[in-house]
């Protein structure tokens, strides 16, 4: 079922909410610590200063009844390369083509706004509903060094998607 998305870039006034939204579904990041308002402004500095150059955005996601969950691109790089990730799609929206929907978008929006032909991602190997909507969206597996930031002992999956 497509329903209409809308991207609306992120807010000052989101953060309570999104925060709520992550804190509800760290099980499907790499760090599950809860965070704290103080971490949350603290993420959002940094975000306001990332956006401002051009290397970061984050949205919330409208759908025809609301907002159904949040995405962003990040490591917005002069080679044209850019990481997807932070989505969430909200459980009463989930297996709706919302998800399906959000990267189509962010990877045009992407590919407009700022030329990006290659877009990375890292998916936890445990989260298989987000692996499969990330296959079925033209992603692919990729080799590579593991990143350190990456938690010891999780197995995470990089995938990449390639613009035409």
Not at 93 to 116: D, L, M, N, P
Not at 153 to 158: A, D, L, P, R, V
Request: charged content about 25%.
């Amino acid at each position: 079922m497509n329903q209409e998305i809308s991207l609306i870039r992120l807010q000052e006034h989101h953060l309570p909410l999104i925060r709520q939204w992550r804190n509800e579904n760290r099980s499907a990041f790499f760090d599950e610590t809860e965070v704290s308002e103080e971490m949350h402004q603290e993420w959002w500095k940094r975000h306001e200063h990332q956006v401002r150059v051009g290397r970061e955005d984050f949205w919330v996601i409208r759908g025809p009844h609301g907002l159904v969950g949040q995405a962003s691109l990040y490591n917005i790089n002069a080679d044209r390369t850019a990481e997807f990730g932070r989505m969430i799609v909200l459980p009463p929206f989930r297996r709706q083509g919302y998800g399906t929907q959000i990267v189509s978008e962010v990877c045009q929006w992407a590919q407009s706004a700022h030329g990006v032909r290659r877009i990375d991602l890292a998916v936890r190997a445990d989260n298989l509903a987000a692996y499969r909507l990330y296959r079925s969206c033209g992603f692919v597996l990729t080799e590579g060094p593991r990143p350190p930031e990456w938690p010891a002992g999780m197995s995470i999956h990089k995938m990449m998607r390639v613009m035409r």
